[in-house]
């Protein structure tokens, strides 16, 4: 080998050195942020998502017991006779619950103020109406359940859900007219 050609490798062999990584250089410092951030940022983003979805549902159902309750005010006791109107009350609100599934909509016993049950309403009395809906926010990796759905039967409902199943409700007052 000639050595012009033995020196012209030896020159290329210290630039490939050169051009390694050394202490104190900062090549891939931005992919290893990267990697640090882009979970807690993932999980940021799932929560907003989740949360988002949440709200709706949450909307859905105040809206749903709204309806419910502005029909139980305009028919209270219009028919003598099946549907009474706290039949049609509850027909009314699972039917506007839109995306909500109807059959977990749990809907609490009307209470009456002037009245004692549904067929005796008369004008100028109050109702009150509240439904529940299950809701279930895990938080992806974490291992954390904000509001478990455990299949129980309590009615309650409060910010974190302990021991409760239903995560959101809805309650609204009418006056019968």
């Not at 709204?66 to 005010?73: E, F, K, P, Y």
């Not at 992806?140 to 309590?154: H, W």
């Amino acid at each position: 080998m000639k050595q012009s050609m033995k020196s012209g490798f030896q020159s290329l062999r210290r630039r490939v050195r050169s051009a390694g990584v050394r202490a104190g250089r900062e090549e891939g410092g931005a992919l290893y942020e990267l990697a640090m951030v882009a979970p807690v940022l993932s999980m940021l983003l799932v929560g907003i998502i989740y949360g988002g979805i949440t709200f709706y549902d949450y909307v859905e159902l105040a809206n749903a017991v709204a309806v419910g309750a502005r029909t139980l005010a305009l028919n209270r006791s219009a028919f003598a006779g099946p549907p009474t109107a706290c039949q049609l009350e509850e027909a009314a609100l699972k039917n506007a619950a839109g995306n909500l599934n109807p059959l977990q909509i749990t809907i609490a016993p009307e209470s009456f103020v002037g009245a004692s049950k549904c067929s005796d309403l008369l004008q100028d009395d109050t109702a009150t109406v509240s439904a529940t809906y299950p809701c279930n926010l895990p938080i992806p990796f974490a291992g954390i359940n904000l509001c478990p759905v455990q299949g129980t039967t309590s009615k309650t409902s409060n910010a974190n859900c302990p021991n409760s199943a239903y995560c959101l409700s809805a309650t609204m007052t009418v006056l019968i007219q």
